[in-house]
């Protein structure tokens, strides 16, 4: 009966922490207790690789010279894993303008 109630009390805490999501509490900033603050969301990468304020066929240009090629620096590398390759590319398909 011991051992239910404990992993009934980890399954609970473990669904709180799931749907609640990542979360700070005041007093991790020094405020009075109770209450969350969400902790903000990391942007997800965006397609437009020029810069101009539109993901279009310039972009989708820039990425396709760039195919294959590895590095840190390439504009064309959407998602930042080092490699300008079809996971950049749907990236750049699903934000198009």
Excluded: C, R
């Amino acid at each position: 009966m011991k051992n239910t109630k404990i992993l009934l009390s980890l399954f609970i805490f473990a669904s709180v922490l799931f749907f609640a999501g990542p979360m700070i509490t005041h007093a991790q900033y020094g405020g009075g207790g109770g209450g969350f603050i969400p902790v903000p969301v990391p942007p997800i990468p965006h397609a437009d690789v020029n810069n101009d304020g539109v993901i279009n066929e310039y972009d989708f240009s820039i990425l396709m010279s760039q195919w294959g090629q590895t590095g840190n620096n390439l504009s064309g590398d959407i998602n930042h894993d080092g490699v300008v390759n079809e996971y950049d590319l749907s990236i750049l398909m699903a934000d198009w303008s």
